[in-house]
């Protein structure tokens, strides 16, 4: 696979945005997403989708430059509609909407409606975290395809429907849990097609409920548990209600629907309950604690949530990020057709 710096992958990013309508500001936030995502390791979330997005913003779908609208709010709460722009630019307003209530407010809830695919949900949640706040997103796709089979059944209709939490530290790195509720999420699939490979038994199921390690021939996703996926269906479906009820985007399969990815989040100052430096000093202890656990046979040591997403990001900034050939070679397309190729330079 070829490797390549990060900085290049950014330039990459930014130039087929640009080139296809993003205002430049819009272009470099969604390219510090995707390349965030991997450098963290989460390649499935990273400049994989370019390609996909470009195609979004030609049918109409995915719209640069929407106007992003506060369409009803308390001291407390605010309901966004960001009218299918980025989800990443819409998400980081939401953020800050949050920021700003839950300081003056102690908490605040958003929700979020009418967006487009808002990547890492740790992004978000790490930034209320370096707020002082505890920060909780949850995301569902909303009325269109859908992928994970509930548990039990052979059918799919959920969505990967992801979750994380973040919380202040004095770590290094940010201390978060950012999980889909499916055994895996979908972005991966496209990684293991992509490189030619099969997958773990227990992530998929065939059309006759069997289990199947075929990325490219599969009915649906289990949810998070595999075949013992009753607490992971559980979380998925509160999590529908919570992203996609309680938002109003709907819910159910609807395979013409557009990618609508529907949020709640949640910040909660911590100087409302407890100093914030203490609270930290506290996870800062909790984590020693947790790390100081003997590993068991096979591990060289117990990480906090987040740690291995933090290492791994200090180690691709050095050394590169890896890109299969055939997102490559995607990518080399659309640069050529966008007439970007040459203004990007040489990795």
Known sequence: MPVFPHSYLHRVATHVFTSAGAPPEEARVVADHLVGANLAGHDSHGVIQIVSYVQRIRKGQLKPGARIQVTAESPTTARIDGNWGFGYVVTTRAVEVAVHKAAENNVAAISILRQGHIG??????????????????????????????????????LGTNPISIAIPSNQEGPVFIDMATSVVASGKLSVARNRGERVPAGWLIDRDGNPTTDPTNFAAMLPLGGERGNKGYGLSFMIEVFAGLLTGIGYGIDPSGWHNDGCLMVAIKVDAFRPLEEFKRDVDDFIRQVKSTP???????????????????????????????????????L?????????????
């Open 120 to 157: 890492r949900l740790a992004d978000y949640t790490t930034a209320l975290a370096g707020e002082g706040m505890i920060g909780l997103l949850t995301s569902d796709s909303g009325r269109t395809s859908k992928a994970v089979a509930p548990f039990g059944g052979r059918v799919p209709c």
């Open 295 to 333: 590993p068991a046979p096979g591990f060289q040591e117990v990480m906090y949530p987040g740690e291995p997403e933090w290492r791994m990001a200090q180690r691709r900034a050095k050394e590169g990020v890896f890109i299969e050939e055939a997102t490559w070679t995607s990518l080399q397309g």
């Open 335 to 347: 640069m050529r057709e966008l007439g970007v190729a040459d203004d990007v330079g040489r990795p």
